[in-house]
């Protein structure tokens, strides 16, 4: 009958897997069912200690200004800015909340308002939690008093931790806050800080340009000083290289570019000197009647000479044929021709002389040109070189006279500035008296300490649960034993209202209670199961004492008899022997004696008269060491077999299994085990233990209760079944 947990399958559930612990939404309510009120208490010490803080907490106040960071109005004069440089990156709005936040600035609005002399701030009026740090912290401290800078240095740290500054979204807008114990102070000190900062603000802006102005004037000075000596040595440079300008450049640059001209006309001059003087010494050695003579040399006199003697010789030959050449007439014309051709030659000669004086004086002037343009040349060498220096010299002359003009109109505008300061910040909003407190804040504090509470009370009952090791419902039972839970039996203590009762007789006394309902359920439960197999001895057991198997056993059994079935009940804990001093106290012989002689058991059975219930009650002199042996032996079989004959059910109280062996002696012999589990007590690692000892009660093992339910607790357990589950019994007689 008995599984071992491991094959018991509970997989229906919906739920997630937690090492081994299925965490499903109906575990989940039960926890929630079953530790309700740890939870709430939770939720109400916490809503408690919330109530005390926002009573003793002190209110505080927080007023808002706001600086609005403007970029346009320093344009006016910042003529070089464009529409991308106006933009102020985010860089600078962080670092104005810094310097909003810096000791400096603070420092001088609480010199001004003088709140070292405040109470809030000069500790003459702490809070209790100050006092307590303020207390603990002078165990530590030298014992001095503060120096004045000490002092300050404080308010100054306790008003930083009471301001807060930050940048609206996205925007340039600075929004100030700052918490005081007065609505009046909040506003006064926010107000002092946002003017601290524009003043400040634009004092930094005046130092700034003023230092700019300084810089700029000293460096303009130089940058003059600068200019004018690169422009001196420009001057200088030039006049020690002979440089002297023109309009169509430097001066021996022109002079070569003339020469040269010079010296190409020079030249052709030369080369048609020449040209004249070779063809005069060529002509001379020709006949003059050659016409070339003539064509070469554009002579006048020549020419006309030439033409004479021309005429002449005609003359001659037409006498000499007429007359003979030795004919006087004839030999006066040949000397007269022969005087011309000296005149000619004469004339040739003299040409001649001339053309080659003209061609000497052409050499001479070429060779005298050649001379000057190859010196000028030289000249223009060094020239070159220097030039290239000049014009080094006059560029740095020109950067600086530049960079000279360049300050010249920042410092203007710097010095422009300087006299009119623009701050890029204003005020645009002032901060003004807050009409609420700022904290604490009533709601939330209130619904955060409920949610706080809530969630602590979840974690403690949920720990609670998961450390907590006990069982405590049917299903719990079932997933731990494997078998089937037949049912939770409430405490029946006797309530104040109810008077005392006799809990061995409980279910005669209150035959519609739950407690009664729950183990007639366990007679059907065995009723049923004796349709397979004879059942007839049950056992009740249980792992450890004190579970209620003596109580369950009395009244399951008196129950069984009151519905007129033949019972029998045993007390067969021969260790406490409960069972005898509670229903027979006076008996004198019992078990053991019958054990020892069946024939005499109708001897030592006690009938009860009111429910016809059938007692064997257990005496013995003194504990015995081998009760385990004397339970478990063969007279306690043949003893039971009379009494199967005699019986239709016989129910046997027994002793717990983990301190003592008897139960599992005893097992073999019994049909029928009902395993008592205390509820809310017993671990389910003593469970185990004690089941998983014996092999022979796991199979005997029909089921088991849960004894000792807190009503109270049960109601919440199984509130799923409903507000009418109860309705059908009767608690009370
Ligand atoms: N359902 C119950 N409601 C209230 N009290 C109970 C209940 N069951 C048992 N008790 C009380 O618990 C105590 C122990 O019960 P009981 O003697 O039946 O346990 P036991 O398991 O037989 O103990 P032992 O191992 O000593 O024999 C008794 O005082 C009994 O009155
Ligand atoms: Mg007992």
Known sequence: MYQPREHF???HRFGIEFGGAVLSFERVADVLRRQWPIIAACAGASLALVLVYLITAQPMYTANARIMMDTRQAQVLDKDSNTSSALI?????????????????????????????????NGSNPGLLSLIIGKVSSLFGSGEPASQERIEHAVVEQVQKNLRTERVLTTYVLSLNYRARTPDKAAKIANAIANAYLVGALEAKYQSTKRATEWLQQRSLELSEQ?????????????????????????????????????VQARAATAEAKARLDRIEA??????????VTDALNNSVITRLRAQYLDLQAQYADWSRRYGKTHLAAVNLANKMDELRKNIADELHRIGDAYRSDYEIAKSREASLEKNVKELVAQAGHTGQAEVKLRDLESAADTYRNLYNNFLEKLQSATQNQSFPLSEARLISTATNPDRKSSPRTVLALVGGLVGGLCLGFGVAFARELLSDVLRTPGEVEDELGVKCLGVLPDIRPSTKTGPSDLSRYVVDHPFSRFAETLRNIKVSIDVARLNREI???GIVSSLPKEGKTTVAANFAQLIALTGHRTVLIDGDLHTRSLTRE????????LVEALNDPASL????????????????????????????VIGSKAMAELLKVLREHYEYIVIDLAPVMPVADSKAVSLLIDAMVYV????????????????????LQKKLLGAVLNRANPKMLKRIEAYKGKHHNSYYVEHA
């Open 283 to 292: 002509i001379s050695d020709q006949d003059l009647a050659q016409p070339t």
């Open 9 to 11: 399958q509970s997989g």
């Open 227 to 263: 200019a004018s000596a690169s422009d001196r040595a420009v001057q200088t440079f030039k006049a020690e290289h002979n440089i002297v300008g023109t309009s169509r450049g430097l001066m021996s640059e022109q002079q070569l570019s003339d020469l040269n001209t010079q010296l």
């Open 583 to 590: 229903l027979a106290p006076n008996a004198k012989s019992g």
């Open 677 to 696: 589990i205390e509820w809310g007590q017993t671990t389910r690692s003593a469970l185990q233990e004690s089941v998983s000892g014996s092999e022979v």
């Open 602 to 629: 109708g001897y030592h059975v006690q009938r009860s008269k009111e429910t016809g219930l059938d007692f064997l009650p257990s005496v013995v002199a003194s504990r015995m060491v081998n009760s385990a042996d």
């Open 536 to 538: 007839k001895v049950i």
């Open 89 to 121: 990156d985010t860089g600078y709005v962080d670092s104005q909340v810094e310097i909003i936040n810096s000791d400096d600035l603070i420092l001088s609005v609480v010199r001004r308002l003088k709140l070292t002399e405040d109470p809030e701030f």
